[in-house]
């Protein structure tokens, strides 16, 4: 079992909770701790006590969400024998997941903190080659270009799923 799940009703729980909602809305830089631990109804001490530093606490949070993403889009590529197709369905999964978690603020940014990115290194697996170029390189930057652009609804959902199919015509 992951050691960082916490017992619904408890501080962590709670600190998880509202920590997810804010990164989710104004993004890592612009959420402030001591702000955050009032949102929680905490001190910051509780913050620093469950996570070190708000870098861990969004990391925690990050990662669990990357995972959620992840495991959806294996489900989609898997439905697939033709790598083309099965990174299209990747990713248009991969938007449907982040919107449905209200997440995509979240995954459009850069990570603050030194760590293998995991959906780059899922899309580099799935990935297909083309004479030698590095293909996932653009896909993972669209696709969270897509991402901040629903966060900030320059975007809708479905001109974000639109652009992928263009990508692949």
């Not at 290194?121 to 652009?149: A, C, M, V, Y």
């Amino acid at each position: 079992m992951k050691e960082w799940i916490p017992i619904p009703g408890t501080n962590k729980d709670t600190l998880i909770k509202v920590a997810l909602e804010e990164f989710c809305l104004h993004g890592y830089q612009e959420v402030n701790i001591t702000e955050l631990a009032k949102k929680a109804d905490m001190t910051t001490g509780a913050i620093y006590h469950h996570f070190g530093s708000k870098a861990n606490l969004y990391e925690v949070i990050r990662t669990e969400m990357e995972q959620r993403v992840i495991d959806r889009m294996e489900g989609a590529a898997s439905l697939f024998t033709e790598p083309e197709e099965a990174l299209r369905a990747a990713l248009l999964t991969g938007i449907d997941a982040a919107v449905k978690f209200n997440i995509c603020k979240l995954l459009s940014e850069e990570l603050p903190y030194e760590k293998e990115d995991p959906i780059e290194g899922f899309f580099s697996n799935l990935s297909i080659t083309h004479q030698e170029l590095p293909i996932d390189i653009i896909l993972i930057s669209s696709w969270r270009s897509i991402l901040k652009g629903i966060s900030t609804n320059q975007l809708s959902v479905s001109q974000g799923k639109e652009l992928i199919k263009w990508i692949f015509k």
